[in-house]
């Protein structure tokens, strides 16, 4: 399992720091000076257990279903596993339920991975579950463009693609 994290954080993708930015930049350097993703050891986050969700106002669409695959085998390649959840979790989480759903999910899950934008429950559950929130995949097509474009020797998009994803998966848990 990865090194328990100081504090919970949540990184949007969408709305990157420059700081962020930076360190996911040293990360995708530190993967290509070790071979790319294909070198990166499988079991680089063997043991952590990832939520996959849909953000809010996300239609159910060819690009949606691309990007979930690509999460979903990128994190696979790095050995850890991933649970679907169901992109409702924001209306089970009412302000009722926040406090039981966010110990479940800090139970179950390592962190979570929001494609698009989480909204505000999903950002108060990960927040109280003590968990790392990953969100803005799909909403910052631009954002991981630009990242992938520190991958110059790789001519294949979809490769590049998932090395930043990793990177990211690998910045918020390792």
Do not use: K
């Amino acid at each position: 399992m990865p090194r328990p994290l100081l504090r919970p954080h949540c990184l949007d993708l969408a709305n990157l720091s420059a700081s962020e930015a930076d360190a996911l930049a040293l990360t995708i350097g530190q993967l290509l000076a070790g071979g790319g993703p294909s070198a990166i050891s499988v079991l680089a986050l063997q043991g952590c257990n990832l939520g996959l969700l849909c953000g809010t106002g996300q239609a159910h669409d060819n690009a949606l279903a691309h990007d979930i695959a690509l999460v979903h085998s990128s994190a696979l390649a790095l050995g850890a596993r991933v649970a679907c959840l169901s992109p409702d979790l924001a209306l089970l989480a009412g302000p009722m339920n926040l406090q039981p759903t966010a110990h479940v999910i800090g139970r179950l899950y390592d962190a979570l991975v929001c494609i698009g934008s989480a909204g505000e429950w999903v950002r108060r559950i990960g927040e109280v579950a003590g968990v790392p929130l990953i969100e803005g995949l799909a909403a910052a097509p631009g954002t991981l463009l630009r990242l992938a474009d520190l991958a110059p020797g790789w001519p294949d998009n979809q490769a590049r693609r998932r090395l930043v994803v990793q990177a990211v998966l690998l910045h918020a848990l390792a």
